[in-house]
């Protein structure tokens, strides 16, 4: 029976070349449309840590000013002091923790040629990579007792290491940087989270840093922090970085890895404790307000997705809508021109059930052809949209289409297209034969 389905959906096809074609554009155009803003709606709502998200907790206590919250309603800065930050890693309260903040770092290459490059790091501790699951290429971390002695050492990125040693293994060669030398504990393989769930204050869609070293070395070198820092009481006059130090302004981003609810709720009542401790010395004036986020609470509170995409979401389908509207106006009046061909058979014996089956299996197979070309028309539109933003880098990544929006593509072009055929089939089902017969 598949097979005579499928020979009379191809013969009616080739009957009507025009407004089969039609049809099969009009879904592919609306599918194309879509899923363009679908897919850069999944890559940009997309949680790259989700297989941790019972684990991974962003921390945040609230220092803020007493007479205005950092952030309506009564949300606690989203990033902590020097002061609270080293604290409460060095508390160890949890199972891993890290803590870090943008930075960078000038590179030195090796050669009287080579010219020196400036390269956004990272300062982080130990913990980092195994947190985040950072694939390496090479080598490893280094280890928590280089963050407690301050130890010159280094981690980079494939690509960095590819710009500096040409991709060999670089573990244990020296790499200078701002005439220090450090000494490469590990590459990083190809490594890609989007967003960058771990660092959501400065861009999440840039790529990860391409250089990362002890958080405990770039404190004691005085190192930039070029990220995002907010104060709100201003630093002492004369007190330079060890009043930055010592200051209210938070700059740096801290995550805990806890194994289960019940540690979970005790690093919560340690950080109460902590405040409270805090309190008897004159800070964190506002009532308390720990939090803890894992990364898919982190991302929503963030709102790494913005406003304009989920409008721009609503418009395209509402321009599918028009096309499938248009792709019913074309098969009613493929029908209105099959109408005596459906009163013969009607007349001959054919049930309304099989004719129904028939013209379904058609719009199937309509609906197959137009999401296989809707697929070209999604990529072209993300090529569209890669070249218009063609200066912000970060852009690749977000219209990148995975097997799973493939596969989403044909199912909503064969589900428009049996739904655009269900009016017209009915209405070709229940077609009188004698209103078409007796005028022959």
């Not at 879904?27 to 194309?32: N, S």
Request: hydrophobic share 40%; charged share 20%; glycine share 6%.
């Amino acid at each position: 029976m598949f097979r005579y389905y499928l020979k009379l959906g191809m013969l009616s096809i080739r009957a009507n070349p025009v407004l089969s074609t039609l049809m099969i554009a009009a879904i592919a155009v609306g599918i194309g449309a879509c899923m363009t803003i679908v897919t850069v709606r999944h890559v940009m709502s997309g949680n790259p840590m989700e297989h941790k998200n019972d684990q991974l907790y962003h921390v945040q206590v609230d220092n803020w000013n007493p007479d205005d919250p950092y952030e309506d309603p009564d949300k606690p800065p989203e990033q902590l002091t020097y002061m609270d930050a080293k604290a409460l890693h060095d508390a160890g309260r949890a199972f891993r923790q890290t803590t870090s903040f943008k930075t960078a770092r000038v590179v030195q290459p090796e050669g009287d040629d080579a010219r020196p490059f400036q390269q956004e790091s990272r300062a982080t501790t130990a913990d980092f990579f195994p947190m985040f699951d950072v694939p390496f290429q090479y080598g490893s971390g280094w280890d928590r007792s280089s963050d407690v002695t301050e130890e010159r050492v280094v981690v980079l990125a494939r690509e960095l290491n590819e710009k500096l040693f040409g991709g060999e293994d670089s573990v244990g060669r020296t790499l200078t940087l701002n005439d220090e030398s450090y000494r490469v504990t590990g590459v990083i393989d190809t490594w890609t989270p989007v967003p960058k769930v771990y660092d959501l204050n400065n861009n999440p869609y840039e790529e990860p840093e391409q250089l990362y070293l002890p958080f405990s070395v770039a404190v004691a070198g005085g190192f930039d922090n070029t990220g995002n820092t907010s104060c709100w009481k201003p630093i002492e006059e004369g007190s330079g970085r060890d009043g930055f130090l010592a200051s209210e302004c938070i700059w740096i981003q801290m995550w805990v890895e806890l194994q289960n609810a019940t540690a979970k709720q005790d690093y919560l009542n340690f950080l109460d404790a902590y405040v409270e401790e805090q309190k008897l010395i004159g800070r964190f004036p506002r009532p308390m307000n720990n939090r803890l986020h894992n990364p898919a609470e982190w991302m929503e509170d963030r709102e790494v997705v913005e406003e304009d995409v989920d409008v721009l979401l609503g418009l395209a389908v509402l321009f599918l809508v028009v096309c499938l509207l248009n792709t019913i106006g074309l098969l009613l009046a493929k029908a209105m021109r099959r109408a005596k061909d459906t009163s013969l058979r009607r007349a001959l014996g054919a049930s309304k059930a099989e004719l129904f089956k028939q013209h379904v299996f058609e719009a199937g197979m309509i609906g197959v052809v137009g999401g296989v070309l809707g697929i070209g028309t999604t990529w072209a539109g993300l090529r569209g949209i890669e070249n218009l933003y063609i200066e912000y880098e970060f852009v690749q990544h977000l219209v990148r289409m995975d097997w799973s929006m493939v596969l989403l593509a044909i199912v909503l072009a064969i589900v428009s297209a049996l739904a655009a055929a269900l009016y017209p089939t009915w209405r070709t089902c229940n077609i009188t034969p004698a209103s078409h017969l007796r005028l022959q």
